[in-house]
């Protein structure tokens, strides 16, 4: 089984000697300088026009979150009230542009163009897709997604089946090999212990609630597979514990993707008629004022959050304990297909 691996074992080698470990004992600098690219005139002058349009088109701090999930920009020190709301309800990985917003655009593009099996389509949205990555400052769950999806996409186009897992596992580690830092990047692993999350659990959770079919089921699933993963992140590093973070992503992320898009369309159509961009204001303004307002709501209940801060060793334990049930879970999923078939 091993030698179909053989590319990834290599890369697993190779990344452990790139790798500076003396980090984790001592302070490592994880501020990553973005190529030379990420800085051009063109790009500079356009996420300034972005910064301009916003700010004089909605109030604070619906500006701030439009800013976050359409441009990357994090400006939520000017509004510490809400910040610190989104922090409280757990929503705070929200108002940045991250794997899932990236996924969207490149869908969206596909959606417009027709068949993602042609390859003009899969070339023109791979170019929008990296041009919306550079704009948005080309962070590392960006620049993860981005070489997540275009390793899928392509072999979609040429027919052939890809393993998520593997997909993850190998795109996080060509990232690791290329700049070693990324490692040490707290929003590089939020993104990837998300991402791992929902691959790993959504399908189980799924099995375990004999396919749900209410109202936001599938938000409701996708929010507790990427949050059995991060918590502990967050709880090391933040010293906080959302209770309710669950409950309000299930109830307010659908409204991300539909201002992600919304918001996108809102900043293409402003450089070319300020009529149709004021007409596009008007959904858009609703979304963030139900994403702001349901923030501020669920951040009154004292109770729904706690300060709590796990150590080294509890986080070590509680992902080996995940691993162990995830064996087991798969074994016995082996055996009743087994005992299926014989059966049959």
Same mark, same amino acid.
């Given at each position: ?64 979150? %439009? ?7 994090? =400006? *939520?020190?000017?509004? !510490? +009230? #809400?910040?610190? /709301? ?111 999350? %929902? ?7 799924? =099995? *375990?609630?004999?396919? !749900? +079919? #209410?109202?936001? /089921? ?127």
């Amino acid at each position: 089984m091993l030698r179909h691996y053989w590319f990834l074992i290599l890369l697993i080698i190779f990344s452990i000697y790139r790798i500076d470990f003396n980090c984790f004992i001592k302070e490592c600098p994880t501020d990553i300088e973005m190529p030379s690219f990420v800085n051009l005139y063109a790009f500079e002058y356009i996420r300034e026009k972005c910064v301009l349009f916003i700010d004089k088109s909605f109030p604070s701090p619906h500006s701030e979150l %439009l800013l976050g999930m359409t441009v990357g920009l994090d =400006k *939520l020190k000017n509004v !510490p +009230s #809400f910040k610190t /709301a989104l922090k409280n309800t757990g929503t705070i990985h929200v108002v940045v542009v991250s794997g899932f917003n990236i996924s969207l655009v490149f869908d969206s593009v596909l959606k417009l163009l027709g068949s993602r099996y042609k390859l003009k389509n899969v070339l023109i949205a791979q170019c929008m897709t990296f041009v919306y990555s550079v704009l948005t400052g080309f962070e590392p769950p960006v620049i993860r997604a981005l070489v997540m999806g275009s390793i899928i996409s392509w072999g979609k186009y040429y027919g052939r089946g890809m393993d998520t897992l593997l997909v993850l596992v190998t795109s996080a580690l060509i990232m690791i090999i290329i700049q070693p830092m990324y490692f040490f990047n707290l929003s590089f692993r939020l993104s990837f212990m998300a991402t791992l999350g %929902l691959i790993l659990f959504s399908n189980i959770i799924t =099995k *375990l609630l004999h396919n !749900p +079919s #209410f109202v936001l /089921a599938e938000d409701f699933i996708a929010g507790l597979s990427a949050q059995l993963l991060v918590w502990p992140i967050i709880s090391y590093y933040f010293g906080t514990v959302s209770l309710i973070s669950l409950l309000v992503n299930t109830l307010i992320l659908w409204t991300v993707s539909f201002t992600t898009i919304f918001g996108s369309l809102f900043l293409l159509v402003t450089f070319f008629s300020p009529f149709i961009s004021s007409i596009a204001m008007i959904p858009l303004y609703v979304l963030l004022d139900i994403f702001v307002n349901s923030v501020f709501f669920f951040n009154k209940f004292s109770w729904g959050y706690l300060n709590f801060q796990v150590s080294g060793l509890y986080l070590f334990l509680y992902y080996l304990v995940l691993v162990i049930l995830l064996v087991k879970i798969n074994i016995s999923s082996k055996k009743l297909a087994n005992l299926q078939k014989v059966k049959v």
